[in-house]
């Protein structure tokens, strides 16, 4: 299983990013997917959730109504639209796959597989 996260980068206040996550290894469409981010010195934290077919999502507070996530299923990819950002969306993003385990979406431990993170980094 490799989730590959890809999109980061160095933008000013105000810009916007699209982050991609590129699954294989397993049966992307039936999966849930999941965005996480860390920030330096703090924990991680829930960004927003697609269910499979895309038809449900859900989103942190700190970022609802600026991002967006979508996926591809055809493309094995999910995506988060980040429009809007402040240098508090500085972190490291991870998107995840749901390991359907019943604990809520929001949560770490909803997800089985991990990608390996890019970086965001937003100038003020």
């Known amino acids: 299983v490799q989730l590959q996260a890809s999109g980061g980068g160095l933008v000013q206040a105000g810009g916007s990013l699209r982050l991609s996550c590129a699954a294989s290894?397993?049966?992307?469409?039936?999966?849930?997917m999941g965005w996480f981010r860390q920030a330096p010195g703090k924990e991680c934290e829930f960004v927003s959730y697609?269910?499979?077919?895309?038809?449900?999502?859900l989103y942190a507070d700190s970022v609802k109504g600026r991002f967006t996530v979508s996926r591809d299923n055809a493309k094995n990819t999910v995506y988060l639209q980040m429009n809007s950002l402040t240098p508090e969306d500085t972190a490291v993003y991870y998107c995840?796959?749901?390991?359907?385990?019943?604990?809520?979406?929001?949560?770490?431990?909803?997800?089985?597989?991990w990608g390996q993170g890019t970086l965001v980094t937003v100038s003020s």
């Open positions: 697609i269910s499979w077919g895309g038809g449900s999502t």
């Open positions: 290894g397993l049966s992307f469409s039936s999966l849930a």
């Open positions: 995840a796959a749901d390991g359907s385990r019943g604990y809520p979406p929001n949560t770490i431990r909803r997800y089985d597989y």
